[in-house]
């Protein structure tokens, strides 16, 4: 039993490989949905071979993706012996948040909420008012009070020291990246800051450093 | 900060996750504090001083050697 979780140490592997393997099925997924929307676009009917040969490939890799996660998510159910209550039900509320998000972001890439001309939601591209203000419900009303909820409860004193130097370090990498894009813009050697770049940075930034603090 | 907890959890036979579970803190707490890479806070090492029935000093160990009362 003592040694049962000694190599839980691998547990922030396996979290960081089903975090990359999700990307990649997003990505595959997008990918899909627009090698489709160009065929229809193009006049539809049967695709040629080498279509079908692009959507087999495509789809064999979101396969193959989302097995490495289920095989990664089994190894790390294996590898807890026995789990406190407290990181279950956070585990649980974790994997419902990137569920929902996952789902609702393929829901809105399916249904066609953006047009032919946008990116996604990660652009500068205009997008219809509802959506818009669906985005600002969910970023502004319930992600704050999903945050209050995960912090106040969920979260123990050692994450929560990592968050607290995942954010330090984030606000010094806005500090120092926000002024040297702007030198280099007024230089004429990079685009215009763009705030919402700026602000995936930061958040990334954190996440790294949370990351790293949480499970190293 | 070094200390006691990885040879307190063993003399019980307890796992992290059986740490984690009576302190109320996932197996990374306890893991991170059990490697120094962490230090708990003061609520929190009371809570182990008083699970393992022992004083604070005894579980931690601040590795100060001075005479002096600081």
């Known amino acids: 039993m003592f040694n049962a979780d000694e190599n839980g140490g691998r547990n922030a592997l396996r979290i960081l490989g089903m975090i990359f393997c999700g990307f990649g099925i997003i990505m595959l997924l997008g990918a899909i949905t627009g090698f489709l929307s160009v065929h229809m676009a193009e006049g539809g009917g049967p695709l040629n071979l080498a279509g079908y040969a692009i959507l087999a490939a495509l789809i064999s890799v979101t396969l193959v993706l989302a097995f490495a996660i289920w095989r990664l998510f089994r190894q790390m159910k294996r590898s807890d012996q026995k789990v406190p209550q407290r990181e279950k039900v956070y585990n649980r509320f974790l994997i419902g948040s990137f569920l929902f998000g996952g789902v609702t972001g393929l829901v809105l890439a399916l249904t066609g909420s953006f047009d032919e001309t946008e990116a996604g939601l990660i652009s500068n591209d205009a997008m219809s008012p509802m959506l818009a203000i669906i985005m600002s419900v969910a970023i502004g009303v319930f992600m704050p009070a999903v945050t209050f909820y995960w912090h106040k409860n969920l979260v123990d004193e050692q994450e929560e020291a990592a968050y607290r130097f995942g954010a330090l370090i984030a606000m010094y990498a806005f500090w120092f990246i926000a002024p040297v894009w702007w030198f280099l813009w007024r230089g004429g050697m990079l685009p215009e800051i763009d705030g919402i770049a700026l602000y995936f940075i930061t958040i990334f930034v954190a996440l790294i450093v949370w990351f790293w603090k949480k499970y190293r | ?70």
Not at chain 2, 24 to 43: F, M
Request: no cysteine; glycine share 6%.
């Open chain 2, 1 to 70: 900060m070094k200390n006691q907890l990885k040879v307190l959890r063993a003399m019980r036979n307890w796992s992290q996750a059986d740490l984690g579970e009576h302190l109320d803190v996932s197996r990374q707490a306890v893991n991170a504090i059990e490697t120094g890479k962490y230090d708990p806070s003061l609520p929190l090492a009371f809570k182990i001083s008083r699970l393992f029935d022992l004083p604070i000093e005894q579980i931690f160990d601040d590795e100060f050697e001075g005479g002096d009362n600081v």
